[in-house]
């Protein structure tokens, strides 16, 4: 009897070390992603972004992972045209029209920039979407360098995304020293509008 209850003691003990090494051993499957797709109006109370806002003006986001297409309305000669703005979430990199200027003339209007691209490239980092681009612009006759990064979470209920600017200074490596004043992050909350 005793050689028996062995037997049926190491078949089980095996049996059950298989079925953990299978377990172990199965593909996981990911997380799904955040879906941002939707249209969405700027909370200003909720936003750091001062008085040039235009809550008024909807951002329209179609997401289809990869692409992840925003519509920005923009005022121009008193009309709302779209523009859009196309990322892939791969990685691959995208370019887009410029919205970001660094300048030292008090003359900023974007009309003089309006064939400017920008190259960015875009990645999952968790549940948000991150985009890092590039903006160089004069100082003091010195080319300066600004990464600037995008991130975009939404709300666990989807009623809320929040958009993150940060700004970092690259360092000039010629010698120059030049100490950019601290920049707080830009933070943009936005509503989704019911459909």
């Not at 100082?139 to 300066?144: A, F, N, W």
Request: charged residues 25%; proline residues 6%.
């Amino acid at each position: 009897m005793k050689p028996l209850a062995s037997i049926f003691w190491f078949i089980l003990i095996c049996a059950l070390g298989m079925m953990w090494a299978h377990a172990q051993a199965a593909p996981k499957s990911p997380k799904p992603k955040s879906d941002f797709s939707g249209t969405w109006l700027l909370d200003t109370a909720k936003s750091n972004v001062g008085s040039s806002a235009t809550p008024d003006q909807p951002l329209k986001i179609t997401h289809r992972d990869p692409e992840f297409r925003i519509t920005r309305m923009v005022a121009s000669n008193g009309q709302l045209t779209g523009r859009d703005f196309v990322y892939f979430t791969d990685g691959r990199g995208e370019t887009n029209p410029t919205i970001v200027f660094l300048s030292t003339s008090t003359d900023v209007h974007a009309q003089g920039h309006d064939k400017d691209v920008t190259k960015s490239r875009t990645t999952w980092s968790g549940n948000k979407l991150v985009t890092r681009s590039t903006v160089r612009g004069p100082v003091s006759g010195r080319s300066l360098e600004f990464e600037i990064i995008d991130e975009w979470k939404l709300s666990s209920d989807g009623k809320t995304l929040t958009q993150t600017s940060r700004t970092v200074f690259r360092q000039d490596m010629s010698g120059v020293i030049f100490v950019p004043a601290n920049r707080p992050d830009i933070k943009r909350v936005y509503n989704r509008i019911p459909d």
